[in-house]
Nanobody
């Protein structure tokens, strides 16, 4: 199984970015896809997740500013992030798993992880 994340970069505060994660080696439509992030010196935190039926979940830090979506035909999950702030600077990881509903935001519920893509926001 491989999860290839991309789309990160260096932007100014207020800008937008769209992250991509392409999955291979698994039956994509059967998995919950999540995005997590880790800022320097901080623990990894939940950003967003989407179930196969397209139900979405968001962490408090990005709620209202981000949209997660998926294209099961392309084995791809997207994270559109708007109104980026310096606090959004982190390495963003995509993950795949089959968490129960109450564990959707729990890292250990995800079995497969991508390598991460860096997002840097300058104020």
């Amino acid at each position: 199984v491989q999860l290839q994340a991309s789309g990160g970069g260096s932007v100014q505060a207020g800008d937008s970015l769209r992250l991509f994660c392409v999955a291979s080696g698994l039956t994509f439509r059967n998995y919950v896809m999540g995005w997590f992030r880790q800022a320097p010196g901080k623990e990894r935190e939940f950003v967003a997740a989407i179930r196969s039926g397209h139900t979405t979940y968001y962490g408090d830090s990005v709620k209202g500013r981000s949209t997660i979506s998926r294209d099961n035909a392309k084995n791809t999950v997207y994270l559109q992030m708007n109104s980026l702030q310096s606090e959004d600077t982190a390495v963003y990881y995509c993950a795949a798993g089959v968490p129960i509903l109450s564990a959707t935001a729990t890292q250990t519920a995800y079995r497969y992880w991508g390598q991460g893509t860096q997002v840097t926001v300058s104020s």
